[in-house]
């Protein structure tokens, strides 16, 4: 059973940094990308960040370009996002998504239950 | 950037009726190679992630019951349930991933009515 489990989430000043996990489970972590989507409260969805499998090519919105490294550890099967500078509009649940194939731009075939970033002083 | 939009934002249909959510994309995102849509439709219970319903704008995952069903093709996209059930309340997205980054919409609310 695939089974996804984010950690790292909290409470946090503007300008603060923090860093998300991905616990991943049931599956051969290193064969597929891997994202990080956001959810800001009552909002819809917004892709943040991906990466492929082996963890060699790296992907980001806009919005977050500079600020947020994503990477993994596959020995640990782990995914991860450093997220510096932080702002308020950063707020949100951040889900873990395994990307149903290789490829970091595919549909995403399993959600972690996310953790929530708050960023307020 | 592609933009998808969706309609209509929220709807409110009777147990056993039909709903119907479209979704449309800023430029086509048929893949011309493999004669693929690469959309995706998602549900998205209170309180819970998103759960993959339908990809390839047509292909149902395993598990997802056979009212839920898609169409479509290029820039413009259905989301069908053919009879609304109780546990169907829930918002409804599409995704293109036929480029980075991959989009979503806005999102479409089902209530029963």
């Known amino acids: 059973e695939v089974q996804l489990l984010e950690s790292g989430g909290g409470l946090v000043q503007p300008g603060g940094s923090l860093r998300l996990s991905c616990a991943a489970s049931g599956f051969t972590f290193s064969t597929f990308s891997m994202s990080w989507v956001r959810q800001a409260p009552g909002k819809g969805l917004e892709w943040v960040s991906g990466i492929s499998g082996s963890g060699g090519d790296t992907y980001y919105a806009d919005s977050v370009k500079g600020r947020f490294t994503i990477s993994r550890d596959n020995s640990k099967n782990t995914l991860y996002l450093q997220m510096n500078s932080l702002r308020a509009e950063d707020t949100a649940v951040f889900y873990c998504a395994k990307s149903a194939s290789g490829s970091t731009t595919y549909y995403f075939d399993y959600w972690g239950q996310g953790t929530l970033v708050t960023v307020s002083s | 950037d592609i933009v998808m939009t969706q309609s209509p934002d929220s709807l409110a249909v009777s147990l056993g009726e039909r709903a119907t959510i479209n979704c449309k994309s800023s430029?086509?995102?048929?893949?011309?190679?493999?004669?693929?849509?690469?959309l995706g439709w998602y549900q998205q219970k209170p309180g819970q992630p998103p759960k993959l319903l339908i990809s390839w704008a047509s292909s149902r995952e395993l598990g997802v019951p056979d009212r839920f069903s898609g169409s479509g093709s290029g820039t413009d996209f259905t989301l069908t349930i053919s009879s609304l059930q109780a546990e169907d309340v829930a918002v409804y997205y599409c995704?293109?991933?036929?480029?980075?980054?991959?989009?979503f919409g806005p999102g479409t609310k089902v209530d029963i009515k």
């Open positions: 430029q086509s995102v048929l893949y011309s190679s493999n004669d693929k849509n690469y």
């Open positions: 995704q293109q991933y036929y480029n980075t980054p991959s989009t």
